[in-house]
């Protein structure tokens, strides 16, 4: 039996020439089991991002992680918002657990690498139109070793920027609006999950796990 695949997507990378790359492989029905997609938009940075799947609501959305103005976790999270029915591909240069168990967390229907072979991306694509989840081998094995971590909140995550941005309790607290009191409370939160014992060592964390942009540091 079959079925319409004509599909839109929208193509989220600050880099052209991955742009390019990933519009030639939708375009590319032969080697996606007959989905035939329509490139809705191909866009640069986070912000972008955003507004893209607001105005296109597309049936997929392929999103890079490291993005000028906002990034991909913050774009994902987003884009359920505005268009929840979107399947998410997410890739990345990142090999960090902490980042792509975020990622898993937040919602992405895909998680690939971005050292990974096209072929195995295009295998994926159709089967996560269809329903599936997939994570790349790699950052599935990555998982594994690393066992069950309980991911930050989006709260932890903002508190853990700010840290790695030096500020203190008090200004994180005046930054989001909340107590002090409850500012040190997730950060307690954020250091016991990183099993850390200092703000160095929390610090440490964040940029070994890919939680921040390093250069906020």
């Known amino acids: 039996m079959s079925f319409d695949r004509n599909r839109t997507a929208i193509i989220a990378d600050d880099h052209a020439i991955v742009r390019d790359a990933l519009s030639q492989l939708l375009y590319n029905a032969d080697s996606l089991d007959g989905y035939n997609f329509t490139i809705c938009d191909k866009v640069s940075d986070g912000i972008r991002a955003i507004g893209a799947m607001r105005k296109h ?16 976790t913050e774009v994902l999270i987003e884009a359920r918002r505005w268009s929840p029915d979107t399947k998410v591909i997410v890739f990345t240069a990142v090999q960090a657990s902490g980042k792509i168990a975020e990622l898993v967390e937040a919602g992405a229907d895909g998680v690939f690498c971005k050292s990974d072979e096209m072929d195995e991306l295009a295998d994926a694509i159709p089967k996560i139109m269809e329903g599936a989840r997939i994570i790349c081998s790699r950052f599935s094995q990555m998982l594994e070793a690393v066992g069950d971590v309980e991911p930050l909140t989006a709260r932890e995550r903002q508190i853990l920027n700010l840290v790695v941005s030096g500020q203190t309790n008090r200004e994180i607290g005046e930054t989001l609006g909340i107590s002090v009191k409850t500012v040190d409370r997730h950060r307690t939160n954020v250091m016991h999950k990183a099993n850390a014992r200092s703000a160095a ?15 906020v540091s």
Request: negative net charge.
């Open 57 to 72: 609501q597309p049936n997929l959305l392929m999103l890079d992680v490291t993005m000028p103005h906002a990034g991909g």
């Open 201 to 215: 060592e929390l610090i440490a964390y964040a940029l070994r796990e890919g939680l921040v942009d390093p250069s």
